[in-house]
């Protein structure tokens, strides 16, 4: 108990620096991945803009950077990382690499989404006279509400997991608290208090998650 209490600041400063990396990278899969699942999308679906050059390429693309293993990725982009936020450390630092890894995850999942949206409803819409911009804002995005709300959730968990391997480069957050004082130092009730947060953490995201998901499906 006594540990415990010794360890709650480093544990507190720890969740902020997790939170920051976790905001930063899931702004950008959103900002970016949600246009790259529609590209990819439409530019794959014969109703709407196929374009199967372009898609083989955004496909490929979205495809070798989530072949990376994450800690391979997060080295690979160092000097980038470094030279966007002048910085070789740190949760700011650790977000590059983050939020690489999370547009093209999220843009994927968007994609399927978007694959389950009655092909009935595009059609009846192109009937009508929708243009594209129309049918992916009007039609795309409201009939995928739910699913997308589901990537989103997922996204943001598999964020939580890459930041706590973000630790073994000095990223940062709860797993650099892990690594150097409950592995480096041997230090088992500091690495069951990581474990335990981050167990807490997810099953929260997961609980908001499938809340707003179930919100989303009685709309």
């Keep these: 108990m006594q540990r ?15 939170t920051l990396m976790v905001s930063i990278s899931i702004f950008f899969a959103v900002l970016l991945g ?3 699942g529609i590209l990819l999308y439409i530019t794959a679906n014969p109703l709407l803009f196929r374009i199967k050059p372009l898609n083989q390429f ?3 693309v979205t495809n070798v950077i989530r072949s990376f293993p994450f800690i391979i990725l997060i080295v690979a982009i160092m000097p980038i990382a470094t030279w966007l936020t002048n910085s070789s450390h740190g949760p700011v630092f650790a977000s590059v690499a983050l939020s690489l890894a999370a547009i093209p995850l999220f843009a ?14 595009i059609e009846a819409s192109i009937a009508g006279g929708a243009s594209l911009w129309l049918i992916v804002t009007d039609v795309l995005i409201p009939e995928s509400k739910r699913g997308i709300t589901q990537a989103i959730t997922l996204t943001i968990i598999s964020i939580v997991a890459f930041s706590a391997t973000a630790g073994v480069v000095g990223g940062g957050g709860i797993g650099d608290l892990a690594i150097r004082y409950g592995y480096y130092r041997y230090d088992t009730v500091t690495m069951v208090a990581t474990v335990v947060v981050l167990i807490i953490i ?18």
Excluded: C, H, K
């Excluded at 994927?108 to 409803?121: A, D, Y």
């Excluded at 997810?202 to 709309?219: A, C, F, H, K």
């Design 108 to 121: 994927r999942l968007v994609e399927t989404s978007f694959n389950g949206v009655n092909t009935g409803v």
């Design 58 to 60: 955004l496909g490929a």
């Design 202 to 219: 997810v099953q929260l995201i997961q609980l908001i998650g499938d809340y707003l998901s179930q919100r989303q499906e009685g709309n």
């Design 4 to 18: 415990l209490t010794e360890i709650a600041p480093l544990l507190y400063r720890a969740l902020l620096e997790t």
């Design 34 to 36: 949600l246009p790259l």
